[in-house]
């Protein structure tokens, strides 16, 4: 089983950036799509990007899409989520997930990914 480690959330100021990072141990990190969710106080997680470790192919939630990056290193076992502009409404707790296999246009579904780190929070003040 595949475990995953978020770092890099904190408190900034509406406009600033931040950068999380997600490391992958136990498996082979070319298997995985890796994504960043979010879950907001009272609401439901929501799909914030997605990565494919082998191609590098990149998704982003609409939201987001412009402001965020998502990036990897394989070297490392790593994928990195930029955020940057963040807004008030990017707070909230921040997971990084893993998933092998096809997913096509369901990648923005949680069920699709297998593996969960224990989340960061990020805080964006107004």
């Known amino acids: 089983q595949v475990r995953l480690v978020e770092s890099g959330g904190g408190l900034v100021q509406a406009g600033g950036s931040l950068r999380l990072s997600c490391a992958v141990s136990?498996?082979?990190?070319?298997?995985?799509?890796m994504a960043w969710f979010r879950q907001a106080p009272g609401k439901a997680r929501e799909f914030v990007s997605r990565?494919?470790?082998?191609?590098?192919?990149?998704y982003y939630a609409d939201s987001v899409r412009g402001r965020f990056t998502i990036s990897k290193d394989n070297a490392k076992n790593t994928v990195y989520l930029q955020m940057n502009s963040l807004k008030p409404e990017d707070t909230a707790l921040y997971y990084c997930?893993?998933?092998?296999?096809?997913?096509?246009?369901?990648?923005?579904?949680?069920?699709?990914?297998?593996?969960w780190g224990q989340g960061t929070q990020v805080t964006v003040s107004s």
């Open positions: 997930a893993a998933g092998r296999g096809y997913v096509g246009s369901n990648y923005i579904y949680a069920q699709n990914y297998a593996d």
């Open positions: 136990g498996g082979t990190f070319s298997d995985y799509g």
């Open positions: 990565i494919s470790t082998s191609v590098g192919i990149t």
